[in-house]
């Protein structure tokens, strides 16, 4: 017998409806799940392909634990004995904060809670934090500043079609979430505008108005730029300024310290771009900007989504119907998975954990001593870089869920070194990633279709994930991971593996808080298409759009950022005379550790590649599959080019999917941003040549050319 459960995709934000279809014997399929408004049924390759990962022969089938260098199977009681053990053992020696915890963005709202309930009442250390510090960090500050409240998209998806002029900063949705094209097509069959600004012509921009091809890491000197020429236009609405912002004075001052000509030179865009783009936003009565992870990944990513908001408030685009700013979110949980307590700073329901209030009330619901609770913690690249230090300053275990950081980490040769230096490395995967593989115990986790869990969406929609198959033999979900481990720390009461009452707890915790679920059940969304948050009450319909009365600052007002534009924290010199910048493609998904598992996916984008311009091709003498040396101040890699006109002369780009030879992550930055703690991903300074008679590990030679999935 067939059984058929509606859920949705493992991988990206849109988490796309999609329906399962599966029977006793047979391989579990991914059919069409029409009724989901966000995808109306389209998946990528990476959605239609997911249920290969079900398969046990492709996965963790049982714990290992490291003796004498290698990796041995073992029971989960010798494997979770060995980490309480030594967990114990690290909080006797340097106190509780010398026990790490490393979340990430794919987790449930129900894994992600319990997780930063897990950090600080059973192992009281306020050293958490998680992979979306590399992801919307910048975005989420950004908002909260300008805004007092951080959802990435204050407004549907349905609404894009509907602006007269939307700017897509940094995004290629193309690749990153093709589904969600269709919202951009529309728009322009309604005879809206699309301005994409990107280095690269990447298939997001050729479906462009207009394409922006801006300098990496000048997006705070164009947007500066734009609000200069919007003044000049008279395109300013003074109105709105007056009623529903403070703060312009600052903003207009900076902006008109940034004229066109000196923003050309900063951009490396014509001025006359400029103004025409200026008109175009300008003079729309209605318009969104759009950011994704090209403006953000930088070490002013905040300051840079800040100025990107004040163009939209100085010209009335803002807090109003078919306007407004957003940032595209990332991971599949990357919206929830930064509300719920398991960023370094925060606890449930978007609350601060140095705010007295806030550790009272989920002190209350924890059934803890708030005076108990830990304080701020580090952000995550901080975290990753303490790892083994000597003494008190050192994190000496790490408990790691929902990351790979050996690959996506920058400067990823240090991290995988201080990954190594730990006395207790503890990866909670499905596979053996390129981090469990360091690891001195691996605990095989359930997945996806194999539990039930709430995600929220890029939209503020929290939709449910339902189990759909059985999990295999040997491996145990994380929420019972948790529970049983706070048993073994002698914290057991507390710690639930039923999600639906962990996510009945979350909602007593959040109740109050700025993302409030205290009305959203599983049974409503079941009944619907989920429950944008905030939902304070279960008669609540739950909130699709932010704003269009007031912002959620103490004084409804929105805030225009002081801003200023500054430039990368390592800019091309003599010696590293290239700007590097790095991104995705369509078939692989991050550090790749589950995608370079399924077939259909590897062989479209077997291994990694270096994108460069035909002229500096020419410059360097190299050839289409040539394989390149790119240096940076942290290190070496080396990969197949792969030469295209679509990207700017003086840059060159490497998606970041794979660990060895060609990691990009070797080479990049990790300059954080001062606010947000989001490192540089997105630009640094390389020298590339011929990596000629060098030796190349195996595995770098392989094309990085693939069809498209
Ligand atoms: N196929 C696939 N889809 C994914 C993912 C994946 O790994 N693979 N990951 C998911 C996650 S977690 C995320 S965060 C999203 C990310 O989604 P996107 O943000 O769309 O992805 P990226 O490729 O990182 O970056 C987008 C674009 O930024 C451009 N860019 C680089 N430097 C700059 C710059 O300085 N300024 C500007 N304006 N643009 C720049 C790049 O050329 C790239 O085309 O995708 C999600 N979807
Ligand atoms: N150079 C460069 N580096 C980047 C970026 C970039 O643009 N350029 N982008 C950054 C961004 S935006 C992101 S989001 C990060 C992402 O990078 P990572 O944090 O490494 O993300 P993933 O590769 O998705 O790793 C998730 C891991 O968790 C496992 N997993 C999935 N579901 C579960 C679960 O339910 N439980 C458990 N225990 N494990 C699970 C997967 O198998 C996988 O090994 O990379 C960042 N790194
Ligand atoms: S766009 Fe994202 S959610 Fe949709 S099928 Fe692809 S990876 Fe899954
Ligand atoms: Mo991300």
Redesign the pocket.
Known sequence: MTTTTDTHC?YCSLQCGMRLAAADGAETLVVERPGFPVNRGALCGKGRSAAALLDPASRLGTPLVRERGELRAATWDEALSRVARGFAAIRAEYGADAVGVFG?????NE?AYQLGKFARVALGTANIDY??R???SSAAAGNRIAFGLDRGLPFPLEDIPRTECLILVGSNPAETMPPALRYFRELRENGGTLIVVDPRRTRTAEQADLHLQPLPGSDLALALGLLHLLIADGTVDTGFIEARTTGFGQARAAAMAHWPERVERLTGIAADRLREVAHRFGRARTGMVLTA?GPE?QSKGTDTVGAWINLCLASGKAGRLYSGYGCLT??GN?QGGREHGQKADQLPGYRSIEDPAAREHVARVWGVDPDTLPRSGRSAYELLDSLGAPGEDGVHGLLL?????A????RAARVTQRLRSLDLLV?????L?D??QLADVV?P????AE?TGTMTSIEGRVILRQQAVDVPDGVRG?LWLMRELAERLGVGRGFHDDPETVFDELRRASAGGQADYAGISYDRIRAGDGVFWPCPAEDHPGTPRLFLDAFATPDGRARFAPVTHRPAAEEPDAAYPLYLT???VLAQ??????TRRVEALNSAAPGPFVELHPLLARRLAVAEGELLAVTSRRGRAVAPARITDAIRTDTVF?P?HWPGAGR??TL?NPALDPTSKMPE??VCAVRVEAAGAAVVPAGAARSGQGEPV
């Open positions: 493992p990430g963005g794919g987790l449930t894994k992979n979306g590399f992801c919307m992870r990944q990332g991971q990357g869920m929902g990351s790979n950081p690959v996506s980490a920058p990866v909670s995967d499905l596979v990633s981090t469990a605990l986790s359930a997945q996806w539990e994380d790095t991104g995705r998904y991050q550090s790749g550790a589950q490497m970041f990009a992550n990049t991903f997105k």
